[in-house]
């Protein structure tokens, strides 16, 4: 998965980078000199994560970035850190048509790099005041890129929230479905501003053809608990007869174009525009007789080259 090979990229080994002694033994690096060595920083106390996350940062400032120090040091801070992404993505598990949890979890720690690569510790503010927004904004953002069953502009995403809130108001306040006017002026949106924005929002979930569908009753009076459940595709619209000799036309139509002038003059004025035989024999020329007997070998010439392919 891409985010998760992200967010490996990013952190490192827990292990201090280290350096050889003249003894032939290993010392940490002396740009880590006197940085406390932490073995399991997810497991630290909130307390012991803050007050090492501070000096952690401190030492970041003085590192050049790309070093191998520098990235132990930072990969450190988003492993110290991995509490403060469990709780920001509390709220969203287990949505319905979300994505799941450790796609949350994932996702959050993006948003925990990014917060970390922007802190400041001169500020003299908290990293969690910095952290949470950044790792809920993160979140956030996926949620309305990805939980979408059409795309469309982000612009549309945001008015269907705010079109939702409008109309839980409105409807709570009038106690009746708000129109589309109705929503415009609570907004500040003109009527199709409102209008564009609901018909976006119908991309915002659908639902298979194969889903059970079942109806509140078949007019036999059978209880709808008592019925074979059928799919919604059977309960929408229904055949249309033209559909089936959609297949016939095209077939049939480069035999029309191998056909003769006088063949394909009197198949047009008997089924184009309706003549009768007497009628199409004054039109070309000829008896009536005679063009039923054309006609007939016109229509069964076509029927056995269309039988044939």
């Known amino acids: 998965m891409t985010i998760t090979a992200t967010t490996e990229a990013t952190t490192s080994t827990t292990s201090p980078p280290t350096a050889a002694a003249p003894d032939g033994g290993a010392v940490a690096a002396p740009a880590l000199s006197g940085l406390p060595e932490v073995p399991c920083p997810r497991e630290l106390s909130t307390c012991d994560a803050r007050e090492l996350t501070r000096v952690f940062f401190e030492r970041l400032r003085s590192l050049e970035e790309g070093t191998r120090e520098y990235q ?32 949350i979890v994932q996702v959050g720690i993006i ?22 927004p950044y790792i809920t904004g993160e979140i956030k953002r996926h949620f309305r ?3 979408w069953a059409v795309r469309v502009p982000r612009r549309l995403q945001e008015q269907r929230l705010l079109l939702a809130k409008a109309t839980e108001e409105l409807t709570s306040e009038t106690d009746h479905a708000p129109t589309p006017a109705e929503l415009a002026a609570h907004l500040g949106l003109t009527e199709d501003e409102v209008r564009e924005g609901l018909i976006a929002a119908n991309g915002y979930s659908t ?61 047009e004025l008997r089924f184009g525009q309706e003549m009768t035989q007497a009628e199409i024999g004054e039109a070309v020329g000829l008896s009536q007789m005679h063009v039923s007997r054309l006609l007939n070998r016109t229509l069964e010439t076509l029927r056995e080259e269309m039988l044939h392919d």
Do not use: C, W
Not at 84 to 97: C, E, K, S
């Open 207 to 267: 639902q298979s053809l194969d889903a059970p569908h079942q109806g509140e009753s078949d007019g036999t009076g059978t209880p709808a608990g008592a019925r074979p459940a059928r799919s919604l595709a059977d309960t929408v619209g229904g055949v249309d007869p033209a559909l089936e000799a959609v297949e016939d036309r095209h077939a049939l139509a480069p035999l029309l174009a191998g056909l003769d002038e006088r063949s394909t003059r009197i198949l």
């Open 145 to 147: 890129d990805t939980t």
């Open 72 to 103: 132990y040091v930072r990969g450190t801070l988003i492993e110290m850190n991995i509490s403060l992404v469990n709780f920001a993505a509390r709220p969203f598990r287990d949505r319905p048509g979300g994505p799941e949890n450790e796609d």
């Open 111 to 132: 948003g925990l790099i990014k917060a970390i690569d922007r802190y400041d510790p001169e500020r003299n503010t908290q990293f969690t005041t910095l952290a949470v």
